[in-house]
């Protein structure tokens, strides 16, 4: 084992961290159960950021094969209620098929994998951080994760980038799908962390739904709104804005398909409405906010003409949104990626803040900003430090009162975290094709489906000399690009935690043993680190342990978890933070600022003036329509889960292009026929279905087939990596395409 670690940064890092430690010897390795519980077990849901409560009953053994594990809906689940939908009634027959068992190996990419033993990655592992740290210093290592991690694995593979090995290259999928809310929140009221809770989709009596399909991608919220809604039709008044008609504008009373990309000038115009009906709590925003004037000065601007011919809506719909606005007692506002995929999505997220805190409806039960999570933890990784310019309790690298927090918890000298925001995924794409990464370590995320610019990705990922995936299932697409696979343990298996949308952590406890060989994301990282000799900062045995290190390091943040644990969990159940040490179960805080006080330097929460900038590639002659890319509700993702249950196949088997009719007669395209959508950086075949349902100028595909599947359509080799500014998330519902027919 090499002696020394030449190149860690030498000014920053004193003492003996200079030096990498001889390996120590390691705790058990993994947390999943070796007895299988006869009950049912209490858990959340993996898929979306609803959080639903999951009861999973055992396998009955009746001669033939054992069944799966079967879900229903927790009825003790606050969140939830007992409700589920169709993925995550499914989940048990998804977790069995096409697991990947034991770590395989091979040194070039044209060769096989071939299996390999833990030993044989870890020193695989071990020697590629050494040369790496060598060669290029700890700006050549880089860690993707993503918002399907349990927090303990989020906060463990942190501690080991950020903390021992010096590089702040830890970015997570969150960056594809959350970081404009947090941004945006960050901006507008001082701190990440929804305002809301769930409880107000109960009270509300206008619901503004912008940029989400929710109908599909958090069913079990929206059925809470359709249960409301059936009841007495005027209880509630939903307004979808989407360019294209859903399963979510069918329940509206007002839909607006707005030209994509054109959210903020529809937000200002509607400021404009509320401004001019009088509809401003003047004492709130006098003792609460700053910024007025200038915002003011901005809505002024974008008269209902201005409005309408950007947004492409009519002036009369625009007044009767404003009409709902101001006649509600309570106005919540959802939103998801058609606000946050945007490359001015920052801004975006703070023209919804900016409307709730003017007029009043903000901080009180039906009332607020409520982005919605995509993922199941997506929360929990922001709460962890799980992206490249975070540190855990919503702390920032940037600032060091912060760093030395960090620094001191985890029993490191001072300056042993860089000062400089570590690399966006994009940037670890542009970093591979200058040659300076030296690791890629992939986790819990499918980039090769995902990420913008597939054959750019692709073309990076195969210039960079070693690439690590950690997965769940065998045969992904990031696979091809890697050299060393390391089998995860994946939820059910392994004891963790997850956050959900509405600030609500649950326990997922460990009821299935792990097929093969895996191990959890968190027992991988903390094995590295100990080898690379930490020891002393990767000493746990077990998930709980992890957790207790991490929430102890919340005390007096937003965040503030220092009185959960595991055990905590496991006895009351679910619980809402802030939940600060001391706090009886049942306590935590449902809604946030209720005071009107926020953690500004001011104490008052900034209204953002920023106006509309369009999309970063707007339609021209040669590419005329406007590509956007979304979801079913049948499929998760690049479907390596969903994609093994043949029920979620059946209403879309096929990935299926959105044309309006206007465009198809232009184009030459048939309903049912075949098409090739092309964009500036490359082209892709779908079947066409003619449909008035998508606004002219505009098509839709979503984003599940990746090249693995059958029917192939990877979406995302059309869509360009430009992103917001703020938030760095790229737009990836929006790229310019043209047409043609394929014979
Ligand atoms: N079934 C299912 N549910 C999921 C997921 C899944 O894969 N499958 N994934 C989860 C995750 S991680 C996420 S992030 C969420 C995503 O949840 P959503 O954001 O609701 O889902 P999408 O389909 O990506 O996009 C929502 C809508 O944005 C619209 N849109 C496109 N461009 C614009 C625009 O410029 N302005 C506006 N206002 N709307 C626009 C699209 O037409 C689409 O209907 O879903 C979560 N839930
Ligand atoms: N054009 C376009 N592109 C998009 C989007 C869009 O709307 N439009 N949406 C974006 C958004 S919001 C998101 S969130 C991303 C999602 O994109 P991805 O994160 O790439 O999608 P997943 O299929 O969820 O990938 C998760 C992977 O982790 C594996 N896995 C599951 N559990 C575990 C575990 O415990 N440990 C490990 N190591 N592996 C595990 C799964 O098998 C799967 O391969 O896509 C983004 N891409
Ligand atoms: S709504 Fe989301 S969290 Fe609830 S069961 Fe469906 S996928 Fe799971
Ligand atoms: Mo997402």
Not at 63 to 76: E, K, Q, V
């Amino acid at each position: 084992m090499a002696a020394g670690l030449p190149f860690r940064n030498l000014q920053r890092v004193p003492g003996p961290f200079l030096t990498l430690r001889t390996p120590q010897a390691s705790p058990a390795p993994t947390t999943t159960p070796t007895a299988i519980p006869t009950a049912a077990v209490r858990s959340q849901c993996p898929y979306c950021g609803v959080g639903c409560g999951l009861e999973m009953k055992p396998p009955v053994e009746n001669g033939a094969l054992p069944s799966p594990w079967t879900a229903r809906g927790d009825r003790h689940h606050p969140s939830s209620q007992g409700q589920v939908c169709v993925k995550g009634a499914t989940v048990g027959e998804t977790l069995e098929g096409n697991r990947l068992t034991t770590p395989q190996f091979r040194e070039h990419r044209d060769r096989p994998f071939a299996p390999i033993s833990w030993e044989r990655a870890f020193e695989l592992l071990e020697a590629q951080v050494r040369r790496t740290l060598a060669e290029r210093g700890p700006g050549g290592l880089a860690i993707y994760g993503s918002g399907q991690f349990h927090t303990e694995d989020y906060y463990v593979a942190n501690k080991l980038l950020k903390g021992a090995l010096g590089s702040n290259n830890f970015d997570a999928n969150s960056r594809l799908c959350m970081s404009s809310a947090v941004s945006g929140y960050v901006r507008s009221l001082g701190s990440d962390g929804p305002p809301c809770c769930y409880d107000d989709l109960d009270v509300a009596d206008t619901v503004l739904l912008i940029g989400t399909n929710t109908a599909e991608c958090h069913p079990v919220l929206f059925q809470r709104l359709l249960k409301r809604k059936r009841k007495v039709k005027e209880a509630l008044r939903l307004v979808v804005v989407d360019p294209r008609a859903t399963a979510t504008s069918d329940a509206a009373d007002l839909h607006l398909a707005i030209r994509p990309g054109s959210d903020l000038a529809l937000l200002h115009g509607l400021g404009h409405l509320l401004l001019a009906k009088g509809v401003v709590d003047r004492p709130y925003v006098e003792r609460s906010t700053e910024g007025f004037e200038a915002l003011s000065d901005l809505w002024a601007s974008w008269t209902p003409e201005a409005t309408a011919a950007c947004c492409g809506v009519a002036i009369d719909d625009l007044q009767r949104l404003a009409d709902l606005w101001a006649g509600a007692g309570g106005v919540l506002s959802l939103w998801s990626m058609g606000v946050n995929q945007s490359v001015e999505g920052s801004a975006t997220v703070s023209g919804i803040v900016n409307l709730h805190l003017v007029s009043g409806q903000f901080g009180r039960p039906g009332a607020g900003p409520f982005s919605l999570t995509g993922q199941p933890n997506a929360m929990g990784g922001r709460e962890a430090g799980g992206l490249a310019k975070l540190l855990p309790g919503y702390r920032s690298v940037t600032e060091a009162p912060h760093r030395a927090e960090v620094e001191a918890h985890w029993g490191l000298p001072a300056g042993s975290i860089a000062p400089e925001s570590g690399l966006t995924v994009w940037g670890q794409v542009e970093a591979m094709e200058r040659g300076d990464l030296g690791l890629w370590w992939v986790a819990a995320t499918n980039p090769l489906v995902s990420l913008p610019w597939l054959d750019r990705v692709r073309a990076a990922a195969l210039s960079c000399p070693f690439v690590v995936l950690s997965e769940a299932y065998a045969g992904t697409e990031t696979a091809e690009v890697a050299h060393l696979l390391l089998p995860a343990a994946q939820w059910s298996e392994k004891a963790g935690v997850m956050t959900n949308s509405e600030r609500r952590v649950t326990l997922c406890p460990a009821f299935r043993p792990a097929p093969g060989e895996a191990r959890p994301d968190w027992a991988i990282f903390a094995e590295l680190g100990r080898r690379l000799g930490f020891a002393a900062q990767f000493p746990w045995h077990s998930a709980a342990e992890v957790y207790d290190e991490f929430v102890a390091l919340t005390a007096g943040r937003v965040c503030d978890m220092s009185g959960l644990s595991h055990s905590l969990l496991a006895a009351h159940g679910p619980q809402q933070w802030p939940f600060p040490a001391g706090t009886d179960p049942g306590d935590g805080a449902p809604r946030l600022y209720g005071d009107g006080r926020f953690p500004t330097p001011s104490g008052r929460a900034r209204l953002i003036a920023e106006g509309p900038a369009g999309l970063a590639e707007p339609p021209d002659e040669a590419f005329p329509l406007v590509l956007t890319v979304g979801r079913y509700l049948e499929q998760w993702h690049t479907m390596t889960r969903t994609g093994q249950v043949p029920r979620l196949l059946e209403r879309h088997a096929e990935p299926v292009l959105e044309v309006h009719p206007s465009d198809a007669a232009r184009f030459g395209l048939l309903d049912g026929a075949l098409a090739e959508v092309r964009s500036r950086r490359g082209a892709v075949t779908a079947r066409v279905a003619v449909t008035e349902r998508i606004r002219a100028g505009t098509v839709f595909l979503p984003m599940h087939w990746g090249r693995s599947q059958e029917n192939a359509c990877e979406a995302n080799r059309l869509m360009h990596e430009l992103a917001c500014p703020i938030s760095h998330q790229p737009e990836l519902k929006a790229a310019a395409v043209t047409l043609a027919p394929v014979a």
